[in-house]
Nanobody, 123 residues
Framework: QVQLVESGGGLVHAGGSLRLSCVAS????????IAWFRQAPGKEREGVSC????????YYADSVKDRFTISRDDAANTVYLTMNSLRPEDPAVYYC????WGWGLKAWEYDSWGQGTQVTVSS
């Protein structure tokens, strides 16, 4: 099973930016579609963005559209989530996840998950 490690979280002021990274090991990332999810305390896990396996098609939740950008560098076995114009409602633990089958923002479609990285936004 692919192993995933996220990094790049931290504290940022509202309106600021962060770039999250997710590095894969054990298997090449180009075998997988990848998604970012987030979970805030007391809330359900929410799909944020995903990128397809071959065509690099992307999809974003309405809550982050035009602010967040997902990208992948298969040579580096890394996927990124660039987050701009961060809002007070964006803080959460952000997780990357992979699937070899399908593509979308349903958590049950993904079978490998990282440990998460915390994003905090101060107002």
């Amino acid at each position: 099973q692919v192993q995933l490690v996220e990094s790049g979280g931290g504290l940022v002021h509202a309106g600021g930016s962060l770039r999250l990274s997710c590095v894969a090991s054990r298997f090449p990332l180009d075998l997988y579609a990848i998604a970012w999810f987030r979970q805030a305390p007391g809330k359900e896990r929410e799909g944020v963005s995903c990128i397809s396996r071959r065509d690099n098609l992307t999809y974003y939740a309405d809550s982050v559209k035009d602010r967040f950008t997902i990208s992948r560098d298969d040579a580096a076995n890394t996927v990124y989530l660039t987050m701009n114009s961060l809002r007070p409602e964006d803080p959460a633990v952000y997780y990357c996840a992979t699937t070899r089958w399908g593509w979308g923002l349903k958590a049950w479609e993904y079978d490998s998950w990282g440990q998460g990285t915390q994003v905090t936004v101060s107002s």
